[in-house]
C-alpha cells in the first residue's frame, strides 16, 4: 500500500516550516514511523523541532547527527529522532538498542532511513522535502492505514 499525497506542500520559508510541524504534531498517533528525506539542509530537522515544539517540549531540540538517536516525552507522547546519516555499523543497531524503540508506542522520526536499510522497519508515512530556488517543498506518501490517517488529519 503506498498512496501519495495528491499535490506537493510548498513551504514558502522556516515559519512555513514551523507551521507545518505544528499540524503534523497534531496528527500523530502513537508507534508510527515516519522517514524524513531530504538532502543536507532541507530542513528534516527544523521540521522535528517544531513538532516537538507543538507538542509542548521546552527543551532544546539537536540534531542527533553524531549520537544518531535523540529521545523525547512531550504532549503524551514518546518520540525518537534518529539521524542516520553518519550509521555505518550494523552490529552497533542491536548493541544501542536501536530496535527496541520501535516498540509501537514510540513515534519515530527517521533522517536517512536508507543507511540502516533491513534494519529500520518500514514508513508509516514519508516526508520528502525538497529544497526550492525559495522556501521548501513537502510531498507525503502514506504507507500504511496508519499513515494515511495522519495524512488525513494534516487536512
Keep these: 500500500m503506498h498512496i501519495p499525497h495528491d499535490s506537493p506542500i510548498r513551504l514558502t520559508d522556516e515559519n512555513a516550516t514551523i507551521a507545518f510541524g505544528s ?4 496528527a500523530l498517533t502513537p508507534g508510527m514511523v515516519i522517514y524524513l528525506r531530504g538532502n543536507l539542509g532541507a530542513g528534516k530537522t527544523t521540521l522535528v523541532r517544531a513538532t516537538l515544539q507543538a507538542l509542548g517540549y ?7 547527527t553524531y ?7 512531550a ?11 553518519r550509521f555505518q555499523d550494523i552490529n552497533e543497531w542491536e548493541g544501542a538498542g ?11 522520526l527517521v533522517e536517512w532511513p536508507e ?8 514508513a508509516d508515512l514519508e516526508i ?3 529544497i526550492l530556488p525559495k522556501g521548501r517543498s513537502i510531498c507525503l ?13 494534516l487536512h
Design 58 to 64: 521546552q527543551g532544546k531540540v539537536k540534531s542527533p
Design 67 to 73: 549520537t544518531l538517536l535523540e529521545q523525547y516525552e
Design 75 to 85: 504532549g503524551g507522547l514518546h518520540l525518537r529522532h534518529f539521524d542516520l546519516y
Design 128 to 130: 520528502f522535502i525538497d
Design 98 to 108: 536501536f530496535s527496541d524503540e520501535f516498540d509501537g508506542i514510540n513515534i519515530c
Design 141 to 153: 506518501n502514506a504507507n500504511t492505514p496508519s499513515g494515511q490517517a495522519c495524512v488525513a488529519r
Design 23 to 26: 499540524r503534523l504534531a497534531l
Design 115 to 122: 543507511q540502516a536499510a533491513g534494519l529500520v522497519p518500514p
